[in-house]
């Protein structure tokens, strides 16, 4: 009982590590985001790609309303998987630290900059008695330079840099996927095509334009842009991933 009663202290107390040297809140923030739908990025020569998958959980909810993809500066974008009100706090410090650059430096911040200004923001919440780990994951990606970057955020607060990478549910399959056919070769296009068939294969190969959001941060603009359905939609058809519909009425 003695045992069990210690594992449960450890088990509550967010600033009290394990005997084996764990926080198990982060685990359970990491469980959390596991639980979020599926969030892809791929850096490419071209530029950055961010796709997610956003379907709904019911026909009735309007899919405009489902906040994964954001702009955070001109030349950044983030997706997120894990608990949306989390990620939108994140979404806002983020923001409001690129404001904070350009107004204190004159200049754009860097991606790995702000990466590591969320990351730093997320530990707190690691060490703060009365608070709890945000469960959600970014995916930060963005042009730094004339060259693309491509980050994760974890709940411990730790950033990693990556070529291409998955964040929530499916992440196994997905990444597996990923490192089978990521080129760094590849231009936008490539790595769009990528992210989709990535998407796809943790959905039977269907997917619909209005279930998918896509985003591109590009070297020659850096510009973040927000691809629409019609384009996604187009994208979907070349790689035989549009999700077929029946149209076909009963018989009487």
């Known amino acids: 009982m003695q045992g069990q009663a210690q594992q449960q202290a450890y088990d509550r107390g967010i ?19 596991k639980r979020g739908s599926a969030s892809i990025g791929v850096r490419t020569e071209g530029g950055v790609v961010l796709a997610v998958d956003k379907h709904t959980r019911s026909p009735l909810m309007e899919q405009t309303s ?6 955070t500066d001109d030349h950044i974008g983030i997706a997120s998987a894990g608990h949306v009100a989390d990620a939108r706090q994140l979404i806002d410090f983020a923001r409001r630290q690129s404001q904070i650059n ?6 754009p911040i860097g991606v790995e900059t702000l990466t590591k200004e969320v990351t730093d923001h997320i530990q707190q919440y690691t060490q ?27 709940p411990s ?30 231009d936008l296009d490539g790595g769009i095509d990528l992210a989709l068939s990535a998407l796809g294969t943790v959905n039977d190969d269907q997917l619909s334009a209005g279930g998918v959001g896509l985003a591109t941060v590009d070297v020659e603009t850096e510009q973040f842009r927000m691809l629409d359905d019609d384009e996604v939609e187009g994208y979907l058809d070349e790689l035989d991933l549009l999700e077929s519909e029946d149209d076909e009425e009963p018989e009487e």
Do not use: C
Not at 16 to 32: H, M
Not at 66 to 71: D, P, S
Not at 131 to 154: M, Q, S
Not at 167 to 181: F, K
């Open 15 to 33: 600033t009290i590590f394990s005997p084996d040297g764990r926080l198990y809140q982060v685990e359970y923030a990491r469980e959390a985001v």
């Open 66 to 71: 489902v906040e994964k993809l954001h702009k």
């Open 102 to 107: 350009r107004l204190r430096y004159g200049e």
């Open 128 to 154: 703060v008695g009365g608070a709890r780990p945000f469960g959600v994951a970014l995916i930060i990606g963005g042009i730094e330079k004339g060259e693309p970057r491509l980050y994760e955020t974890d």
């Open 157 to 186: 607060g730790t950033p990693y840099e990556w070529k291409a990478l998955a964040v929530g549910a499916d992440r196994g399959e997905i990444q597996d996927y990923l490192e089978s056919n990521y080129s760094e070769e590849m």
